[in-house]
């Protein structure tokens, strides 16, 4: 158990791209920090740095006190949780998860044990002795995090790990690993690029995009108070809708902003409502629909319950509080 | 091929059979004239069937050899082919695996040159370069031994693509897992790498003994003591009877005595040769 410090950490690849810059991060001993953002946003190379797979070009990572960053992978006291399980093919699922303590000299006994409270927390006992290609995707998956559980390190890191997985295992998988993690209280670092799942595992989020942060905070500041356009469209689903100010002046505050924003679900169908949506499309999702149209030739959607009146033209008005304003030229957050 | 049609199975049928015919009916002629006496090769027609005197003739080429072409028992020559064979096959193997694990695995300096020069050891058969490498095997007095027969046909790494070729289809997470799991460099090659390339070096070693069995040149040339004598070579000097007729029945039998280790050794690797050679995924 420790805490992790990511100091103005940065990645130059030779060549001179830069991958990451200025990443300043604090993760609290116990804490679920999960990285998210989209494909190429270099959240992948700052794991990798943390677990010592990447080099360092500028900053520093510190696991608990002690600075990391020329520090062999396997003397970080971290366990990795791949995208693609990583298990060795030859190892039965047994060995697989003993091989790390084994490189490490434990006792044989302690190794057993090890190995069998792990198996026992992931269910995976009846299949200790089968070869990985004999297990099914969602198991391998287990034996992946059974082979970081039983090194018992100061943190975890996962790399995608349910990319690989159908969706319906996914939701079941992210659920899994939000528990284990609460009832082994093991630092977490975790990353994806999916907005859903990050929001539902994290402590804290950290939002990723073209290799800088734009915001850290709870899955719900995040979501309330986006800091900046970029995290406003990627976090949430549907995404917020970001308007250009000049096709809603009459909305208050768009005089000075660049973008407004609003969530699908804050906005009512009025009589009077300043907002007309010409509608194009309606999803039936259930719970509620989805209406898609436009305003001014900007695209809209919003959420309705599924019992709501449908016509072509809706007159909507956006919830008190709700408007999100955002700097014409950098973006960010204005109040 | 899913198609189905008479004509084109018997069509098939008969190229096979005719090509099994082709390979085969040397292999039965030979058979037959090691199990007749030594004259009945000589009386002008051939017989087609075994004769009375296999387990003579056999007997006498394992024991005791051919007094008149200077040749050991055919025991002797076979244990030196099957050395010289293993020798070729474990050292080649040993070699190209462990340059093709440097060059796909580490960074050094003037990996590029290294990897250029393993090149170059593909266009340098033994028999290009028999007459050098003959003047260095004798100035270092390998002549008349074991490491002389097998070391200059050891030193090419040609099998290093191949497990080159290996060693990239394995992931990278793989190579990082066991960096995690704290496997260094060699433990790394121990524990992941040589029990992930088990089947293609299997089949590597099937072909690479009978590359080795099978050559005659070489030993041909440093060979000198009858000691040393392998049995490729050896048939020919049996053959060579230089004061009488060459004893037919008996060349053939060695000749069939020969051909037993490498067909042993193809049936025995059969699966994991096909298995190595065919075989993609990791």
């Given amino acids: 158990m420790a805490s992790i410090t990511l100091d103005n950490l940065g990645k130059i690849y030779a060549g001179g791209t830069r991958a990451v810059g200025d990443v300043n991060i604090d993760i609290a001993d116990g804490e679920f920090i999960v990285l998210v953002g989209p494909s190429g946003c270099g959240k992948s190379t700052l794991l990798r740095m943390v677990a010592g797979l990447e080099s360092i070009s500028e900053g520093e990572v510190r696991i608990g006190d002690r600075v990391v960053n020329e520090v062999e992978p396997a003397d970080r006291d971290i366990a990795m949780v791949f995208q693609n399980y990583a298990l060795y093919p030859h190892m039965s699922v047994r060995e697989n998860l003993a091989y790390g303590l084994k490189n490490r000299r434990t006792p044989k006994a302690e190794i057993d044990r090890r190995v069998d409270e792990a198996a026992e927390i992931l269910q995976i006992g009846k299949f200790l002795d089968r070869k990985p290609k004999a297990l099914s995707g969602g198991q391998r998956q287990r034996v992946a995090m059974g082979r970081a559980i039983v090194r018992e390190p100061a943190a975890f890191l996962f790399d995608e790990p349910l990319s690989n997985l159908d969706a319906k295992l996914r939701v079941a998988m992210r659920l899994e690993i939000k528990e284990l993690q609460k009832r ?14 990050a929001m539902t595992l994290a402590d804290r989020l950290v939002v990723l995009n073209g290799g800088r942060v734009e915001q850290i905070g709870t899955p719900l500041e995040v979501y309330r108070r986006p800091a900046s356009a970029f995290v406003a469209g990627f976090i949430g689903s549907p995404a917020m809708n970001l308007l250009d100010a000049g096709a809603v002046p009459f909305l208050p505050g768009s005089a ?39 305003t001014a030739g900007e695209r809209m959607t919003i959420t309705l319950p599924s019992d709501a009146a449908l016509s072509d033209v809706l007159r909507l008005t956006p919830r008190p509080g709700a408007l999100h304003l955002f700097d014409r030229q950098t973006g960010a957050r204005m109040d | 091929m899913i198609e189905n049609r008479p004509g084109l199975n018997l069509l098939a049928h008969l190229t096979l059979i005719f090509g099994v015919c082709v390979v085969a009916l040397p292999v039965w002629v030979a058979f037959v004239a090691s199990t007749h006496g030594a004259t009945d090769f000589m009386s002008g027609t051939i017989p087609m069937w075994p004769g009375p005197h296999l387990v003579e003739n056999y007997s006498q080429m394992l024991g005791a050899g051919v007094s008149t072409s200077g040749t050991p028992p055919v025991a002797t020559m076979m244990l030196n082919s099957l050395i010289m064979a293993l020798a070729i096959a474990i050292g080649k193997i040993a070699i190209s695996i462990l340059s093709a694990f440097a060059i796909v695995y580490f960074r050094f300096p003037l990996r590029g040159l290294a990897f250029w020069c393993i090149f170059i050891t593909l266009m340098l058969p033994v028999e290009v370069r028999i007459v050098p490498t003959f003047q260095v095997v004798a100035d270092l007095g390998l002549l008349n031994s074991y490491a002389g027969l097998s070391i200059p ?25 066991a960096r995690i799991d704290g496997a260094g460099p060699m433990k790394f090659f121990r524990d992941i790498l040589l029990p992930l390339s088990r089947s293609n070096i299997a089949a590597l070693f099937v072909i690479l003994f009978i590359y080795g069995w099978n050559q005659y040149l070489w030993p041909l040339l440093v060979t000198t003591s009858s000691d040393y004598y392998t049995i490729v070579a050896g048939i020919k000097r049996m053959a060579d009877a230089v004061d009488g007729l060459p004893q037919w029945h008996l060349v053939m039998a060695t000749a069939m005595l020969a051909m037993i280790p490498p067909v042993a050794v193809v049936i025995g690797m059969q699966r994991l040769f096909v298995k190595g050679l065919v075989e993609t995924e990791k």
């Fill in chain 1, 184 to 197: 082994l209280r093991t630092t977490s670092l975790y990353v994806t690029h999916d907005q859903l799942e």
């Fill in chain 1, 256 to 294: 000075h902003a660049g973008q407004v924003g609003i969530r699908p679900e804050d906005l009512d169908v009025t009589a009077d409502g300043p907002i007309e949506l010409q509608v194009t499309a309606v999803e039936e999702l259930g719970a509620q629909r989805l209406v898609h149209g436009h």
């Fill in chain 2, 153 to 177: 046909l050891i030193a090419s790494a040609t099998a290093t693509f191949l497990f080159r070729q290996v060693f990239l289809t394995i992931p990278d997470e793989l190579t990082e897992a």
